[in-house]
């Protein structure tokens, strides 16, 4: 069963796999983590800034938490929730971020992800969400579809 999780040390490996199955395809619209960045001390070495983003102690950077896919042990994508709504969520990147890995896309992960991302933001207290549309990610308006009989907001 998928579940969003919180970062952890022991899905690093998996995390790694997903940006370079990303990279390798020129994903652009959603740019994730350099792979050639994660090592062994990645997690540890990147902790305090993700901690601080959480806190909006990270200046230019809108309030926002990371969320990893997993689904039985393996590593199949991320959601990222920005819960206020500065000028440059507002404008430009919305409330909400999510990818598949390349090597998963096409199962129903995408709509899963959205569908319990939702009804994270209202854990967190959100009486709404921006989902930003564009010609690079068009493909979120049949994810929206897909998920809307199930979503926590309408
Ligand atoms: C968008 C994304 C998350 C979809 O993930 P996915 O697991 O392949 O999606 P699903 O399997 O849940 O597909 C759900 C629906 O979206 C449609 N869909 C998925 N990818 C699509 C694409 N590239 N083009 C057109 N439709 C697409 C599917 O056909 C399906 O519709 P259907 O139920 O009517 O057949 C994935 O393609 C991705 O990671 N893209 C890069 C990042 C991105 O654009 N994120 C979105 C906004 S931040």
Redesign the pocket.
Known sequence: MLQLIKRCPEYTLGYKAYCQE?YDNN?I??RPTNPNSIDEDWFSRTKSWYDKKEKGLIEGQPISFHYWAVDNGKFI?EFQLRTEFPEKVMLDI?S???????S???????????RRGLEIAKEHGMERVL??IND?????I??L??CMNTAPYQ
């Open positions: 990303l994903v619209y959603f994508g919305g909400i971020g999510y990818a598949v890995r390349v998963e896309q096409g199962k129903g992960y995408g709509i899963e992800i959205l989902l930003t690079k990610n068009i493909t979120l049949s994810q579809n897909g």
